[in-house]
């Protein structure tokens, strides 16, 4: 099983940055997806980006330039840095790993973006 533990959320103006972290409790070396979904009120879960293998990643369009995913595997932590955000980067974001083909997920932190 896999303790996944968020931090960072928070309010943010418009144009602002903010960095997400996510610290797991089993090593990275187990864990072969990670990524950064999000739910805004009235809206399915979307993916935002994910981090696999050898680091590579993959954004949601809406993100794109804007935001990037990473990880220290030394700190069993995965970190989404926020830049531009905007108003509907409003939601609330959930880390995710996939072990032993199971979902494991974040308790969530909220990112409120004033315009």
């Known amino acids: 099983q896999v303790q996944l533990v968020e931090s960072g959320g928070g309010l943010v103006q418009a144009g602002g940055s903010l960095r997400l972290s996510c610290a797991a409790s089993?090593?990275?070396?187990?864990?072969?997806?990670m990524g950064w979904y999000r739910q805004a009120p009235g809206k399915q879960r979307e993916l935002v980006a994910i981090?696999?293998?050898?680091?590579?990643?993959k954004y949601a369009v809406s993100v794109k330039g804007r935001f990037t995913i990473s990880r220290d595997n030394a700190k069993n932590t995965m970190y989404l840095q926020m830049n531009s955000l905007k108003p509907e980067d409003t939601a609330a974001y959930y880390c995710n790993v996939v072990y032993d083909m199971m979902n494991y997920w974040g308790q969530g932190t909220q990112v409120t973006v004033s315009s």
């Open positions: 089993r090593s990275f070396f187990s864990i072969n997806v």
């Open positions: 981090i696999t293998g050898g680091d590579n990643t």
